[in-house]
């Protein structure tokens, strides 16, 4: 049995990895921090908790020594303290964009900062299993991913592999996203008469996630814009890449199914009759699955490739678990099992 604790207890991401952790056959939860919560019972932000017996919300400075530290932080904070936090627990893994970027030039390009603890960065293995399981087999440090940067490499993975990416030609994706992806600290742009309703082109281009893909993938060419849209949780990842001259869709099966077939929250959602024929995240919400689509306009040559995933799940809370039981040496779908609900 793992005793493990939370870092940054009163968030979003923080509520999903409590409903998986406590579900968890392997685990039990041993502290959870948040400063504004102190001393309150976590039902009291978590009412998916309720009926569970379970520790109060603790101050950050009387975190005690444990096995697994999940780090569930605003960006900037964790890299502040990761000395402290490394200490605590032998196996630490930070969903914040803290130690995702390998370079500490590439941090400061995107971030426009320099990293707080550079020596930090080539010791996180980056988060995704789908891209980096064997790193993160008995790694004891681990990242977290960005949600957008997850939908968009998931639906790119295949193409990648197969080398089925033209040279030379830029790769565009656009991302729509749920409120939650901001986190539970309310601001003037997620204010319910201002956010609901809204269809808003918010990062044209520059968005931070566009190193994280880059670096997955070994790409260099890889435009991203987001949308935000009326949704609590779910992206929906739409990427345009142009394949190489002769490319059919047997190709593209090919490398859907060989990227896939042995991945077990990865769907391929390709129907040719009813309502639900490509991936939608309404559907994925609460899941730790991925579905993703591809299609070929065989007059240019371009592939649309779509992924949905939740935010609070694949996109992080999910896949920092999912993590953990690799990292652990645990089944790595233990606690991860839930299939959605429908209809939602
Ligand atoms: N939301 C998403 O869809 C999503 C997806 C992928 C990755 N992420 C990343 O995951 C991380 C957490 O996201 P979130 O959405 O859960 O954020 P959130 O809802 O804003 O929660 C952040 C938590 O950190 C605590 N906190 C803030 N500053 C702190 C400090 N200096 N020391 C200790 N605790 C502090 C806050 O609680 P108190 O004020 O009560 O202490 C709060 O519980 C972020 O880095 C985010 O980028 C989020």
């Given at each position: 049995?793992k005793r493990v604790?939370i870092?940054?207890?009163?968030?979003?991401?923080a509520?999903e990895?409590?409903r998986?952790?406590?579900?968890h056959p392997?685990?039990e939860l041993?502290?959870v921090t948040?400063?504004?919560?102190?001393?309150?019972?976590?039902?009291?932000?978590?009412?998916?908790?309720r009926?569970?017996?379970?520790?109060?919300?603790c101050?950050?400075?009387?975190?005690?020594?444990a096995?697994?530290l999940?780090?569930a932080?605003p960006?900037?904070?964790a890299m502040?303290?990761?000395?402290?936090y490394t200490?605590?627990?032998?196996?630490?893994?930070?969903l914040?964009?803290?130690?995702?970027?390998?370079?500490?030039?590439?941090y400061?390009?995107?971030y426009g900062?320099?990293?707080?603890?550079?020596?930090?960065?080539?010791?996180?293995?980056?988060g995704?299993?789908?891209v980096?399981?064997?790193?993160?087999t008995?790694a004891?440090?681990?990242?977290?991913?960005g949600?957008?940067?997850?939908?968009?490499?998931?639906a790119l993975l295949?193409?990648q592999?197969?080398?089925?990416?033209?040279?030379?030609?830029?790769?565009v994706a656009?991302?729509?996203?749920?409120s939650?992806?901001?986190?539970?600290?309310e601001s003037?742009?997620?204010?319910?008469?201002v956010?609901?309703g809204?269809v808003?082109?918010?990062?044209?281009?520059?968005?931070?996630?566009?190193?994280?893909?880059?670096?997955?993938?070994s790409?260099?060419d890889?435009h991203?814009?987001?949308?935000a849209?009326?949704l609590?949780?779910g992206?929906?990842?739409?990427v345009?890449?142009?394949?190489?001259?002769g490319t059919?869709?047997?190709?593209?099966?090919r490398?859907?199914?060989?990227?896939?077939?042995?991945e077990?929250?990865?769907?391929?959602?390709?129907?040719?009759?009813g309502l639900y024929?490509?991936?939608?995240?309404?559907l994925?919400?609460g899941?730790?699955?991925?579905?993703?689509s591809?299609?070929?306009d065989a007059r240019?040559?371009?592939?649309?490739s779509v992924c949905?995933?939740?935010?609070?799940m694949?996109?992080?809370a999910?896949?920092?678990?999912?993590?953990m039981?690799i990292?652990?040496g645990?089944?790595e779908?233990?606690?991860l099992?839930?299939?959605?609900?429908h209809?939602?």
């Amino acid at each position: 049995m793992k005793r493990v604790s939370i870092v940054g207890g009163s968030g979003y991401t923080a509520g999903e990895l409590l409903r998986l952790l406590t579900q968890h056959p392997h685990v039990e939860l041993a502290q959870v921090t948040s400063r504004s919560q102190a001393g309150r019972p976590l039902q009291r932000v978590h009412p998916q908790l309720r009926g569970l017996s379970l520790p109060n919300f603790c101050e950050p400075a009387s975190l005690a020594p444990a096995d697994v530290l999940f780090l569930a932080l605003p960006h900037g904070e964790a890299m502040r303290e990761i000395d402290r936090y490394t200490k605590l627990a032998p196996t630490v893994i930070d969903l914040s964009a803290d130690f995702r970027l390998n370079s500490v030039d590439e941090y400061a390009q995107w971030y426009g900062a320099a990293h707080l603890a550079p020596q930090w960065l080539s010791k996180f293995a980056y988060g995704l299993p789908e891209v980096n399981r064997a790193a993160l087999t008995g790694a004891s440090h681990a990242s977290g991913v960005g949600c957008n940067a997850a939908a968009v490499i998931l639906a790119l993975l295949p193409l990648q592999r197969a080398g089925l990416l033209l040279a030379g030609r830029p790769i565009v994706a656009e991302v729509k996203t749920g409120s939650s992806e901001g986190g539970a600290q309310e601001s003037a742009a997620t204010h319910h008469p201002v956010r609901s309703g809204v269809v808003r082109s918010y990062a044209p281009v520059g968005h931070r996630h566009t190193a994280e893909i880059q670096q997955a993938l070994s790409l260099t060419d890889v435009h991203l814009s987001l949308t935000a849209v009326e949704l609590v949780r779910g992206a929906l990842a739409t990427v345009h890449a142009f394949t190489p001259p002769g490319t059919t869709e047997q190709d593209l099966w090919r490398a859907y199914r060989n990227a896939y077939q042995a991945e077990p929250f990865i769907r391929i959602v390709r129907e040719a009759h009813g309502l639900y024929r490509r991936p939608e995240p309404k559907l994925l919400a609460g899941t730790n699955f991925a579905d993703v689509s591809f299609d070929l306009d065989a007059r240019t040559g371009r592939v649309v490739s779509v992924c949905a995933l939740d935010n609070l799940m694949k996109g992080a809370a999910g896949s920092a678990v999912q993590c953990m039981n690799i990292m652990c040496g645990f089944d790595e779908t233990t606690a991860l099992d839930f299939r959605g609900l429908h209809p939602v």
